[in-house]
């Protein structure tokens, strides 16, 4: 391909064309000018402008969450740049591929005392996968396509990118466009075949399997595949909380998440496990309770990345590959059913289901319909019949995250929530993100008021770029997880956890948005109903019952 010459902002913008990038989630500042010309010329490439650079990170994280593809976010140099890092944070430890991207002060005049000075490398060097300063405009299209290879090789994470004023603007670099997969592959790596061959010798003797999913299945989109094994050796499946929707709720197989909040199910399931399979399951901390989970004895360990192979709970076999490709190996490999072994396993998953049954009619007896204030349970339950089958679900931080967990994901990339980071402000922001990746599918946030107040204003932004997203205010009228746990931990006793009653409907409808209170659970799933069906940003106010405690193991 013959070379072009272009000023640096518009090398970065050409490469994130070719890249296939359609949004630039940000705020301009000055020291950005040069790459916001170069999208002023770049109609294939949106940008998005939002009110804080943390919401600008949160929304690439929703976008690359929903699609699997890079999401990308622009700030100026200071304090646009520290704006980012609690966004950024979280795409690190939900392994999600954001780049960041931040323009500073001319390469003169870096550590001399400039205007919003800041060394941006240092401060995000712990928070991604790669950290570069650019100041040799030669090193743009090549470092732009390095983020790109970093960010989706191996687990996905975020990358950042920090670029002088003066290479931006003044100057033009001559290079030769290059499409993607010039420089970067899509194989998939295929597991040791002896390793292979050691697992599926334990699996076939099981008479308790069950597989435990997490991001890894995603990232990998091996659901069929992580599916089709356990229909083999009829092994339960659990998923972690970022694995939800790597298995279908509705799977007979599927008995739900089992996490830092497990259900009593979940629960029963790994502890009679003989065999367990960890795939695409990096066993950190929320997955485990820090590691405080016993696992069977015989453990199974599937992982793209091999350093978290054996890195938190001993082994039996360690599988380095990915986790489709190890999950069909395993399936080919694994000895033809014995039948007595079959219905052993069979009748394990039959009483399970039981189980499974017996716990829903718990959790969700009738009388929750009418029980005042309106029970988080009962908005669960509301909430999943008011959507359709493909929605998107981002669960906030907080309560609304674990009670988010009862509700049924049938598809992959179809829920997300800060898990790792644990970052409030995420679900709004990322809910647009998703939103903008996925126009054709309803998207709901499902957030507490704690949270809300940190990302308020960007309701702002999904009305005006005509992203509407359904707002689900679990509304405890303060920080409530905080709460319960002082509470439950502290005899009682709270301190900087109360707010008061706010008009969240009115703010909403201030940003041009539309919103109704709902105390009353009988008006709940008609009210739920006008949210959904109104195709605009809609914020549903609802006032939850504070009494139903997260710290008690309430499922």
């Not at 646009?80 to 950024?88: K, P, R, V, Y």
């Not at 399997?209 to 499946?237: F, H, N, Q």
């Not at 039948?339 to 396993?345: S, Y």
């Not at 009748?347 to 009388?367: A, C, H, V």
Request: aromatic share 6%; hydrophobic share 40%.
């Amino acid at each position: 391909m013959d070379k072009i010459k272009q000023t640096g902002g518009g090398a970065i913008v050409d490469c994130l064309k070719r890249e296939g990038v359609p949004f630039v989630f940000g705020v301009p500042g000055g020291q950005t000018l040069g790459i916001m010309d170069a999208l002023y010329s770049t109609p294939e490439i949106r940008f998005i402008t939002v009110h804080d650079e943390r919401a600008a990170a949160h929304m690439a994280d929703g976008y690359a969450r929903a699609t699997g593809q890079p999401g990308v976010c622009l700030t100026t140099t200071g304090p646009g740049a520290t704006n980012l890092l609690t966004g950024i944070g979280g795409a690190l430890h939900d392994s999600s591929p954001v780049i960041a991207i931040t323009a500073n002060n001319r390469g003169r005049d870096l550590a001399r005392d400039d205007a919003q000075e800041a060394d941006h490398v240092a401060l995000l060097r712990s928070l991604t996968k790669w950290s570069l300063l650019i100041t040799d405009i030669d090193r743009i299209p090549h470092a732009v396509r390095e983020a790109f290879r970093r960010s989706l090789g191996g687990s996905p994470g975020p990358v950042h990118l920090d670029f002088t004023r003066e290479i931006l603007e003044s100057e033009e670099v001559e290079f030769a466009p290059l499409d993607p997969l010039q420089y970067r592959t899509e194989g998939r790596v295929q597991g040791d075949l002896e390793q292979v061959e050691q697992a599926a010798v334990v699996l076939s003797a099981a008479k308790s399997p069950t597989i435990w999913a997490g991001r890894g299945v995603l990232v990998s989109e091996a659901t069929d595949a992580v599916v089709e094994l356990a229909e083999k050796i009829d092994a339960a499946l659990l998923t972690t909380y970022n694995g939800i929707g790597a298995v279908p709720a509705d799977h007979p197989l599927a008995f739900g998440s089992l996490s830092r909040h497990g259900t009593r199910v979940t629960k029963q399931v790994l502890a009679e496990s003989d065999v367990l399979v960890v795939i695409g399951n990096s066993l950190n901390a929320p997955t485990t309770s820090r590691w405080t989970v016993e696992l069977p004895k015989k453990v199974i360990q599937i992982d793209l990345n091999p350093a978290m192979i054996g890195r938190h709970y001993p082994f039996t076999v360690g599988i380095n590959g990915d986790a489709g490709a190890v999950a069909r190996q395993l399936t080919a490999a694994v000895s033809p059913k014995d039948a007595a072994l079959e219905q052993t396993r069979r009748s394990r998953i039959t009483q399970l289901r039981k189980n499974q049954t017996d716990w829903q009619s718990k959790i969700f007896p009738p009388e929750l319909g009418t029980a005042e204030p309106i029970k988080p349970q009962y908005l669960m339950q509301a909430l999943r019949q008011s959507l359709p089958r493909d929605a998107i679900i981002v669960g906030g931080a907080g309560n609304p995250g674990i009670w988010t967990n009862l509700l049924e994901i049938y598809e992959p990339r179809t829920y997300m929530k800060p898990v790792g980071f644990g970052n409030m402000g995420f679900a709004l922001p990322a809910a647009i993100g998703a939103k903008l990746a996925r126009p054709d599918r309803t998207v709901a946030c499902v957030i507490g008021d704690g949270s809300l107040g940190m990302c308020i204003s960007e309701i702002e932004t999904a009305v005006r770029e005509q992203a509407p997203v359904v707002i689900i205010l679990m509304d405890n009228f303060g920080y409530g997880n905080i709460k319960q746990e002082q509470l439950t931990y502290f005899g009682g006793r709270y301190l900087g956890v109360d707010f008061s009653d706010i008009d969240f409907p009115k703010i909403a409808r201030g940003f041009g948005a539309q919103g109704r209170r709902v105390e009353n659970p009988t008006e709940l799933p008609a009210a739920l109903e006008e949210a959904v069906g109104a195709n605009v940003t809609y914020l549903l106010d609802v006032v939850i019952d504070p009494s139903d405690n997260v710290w008690t193991e309430p499922f």
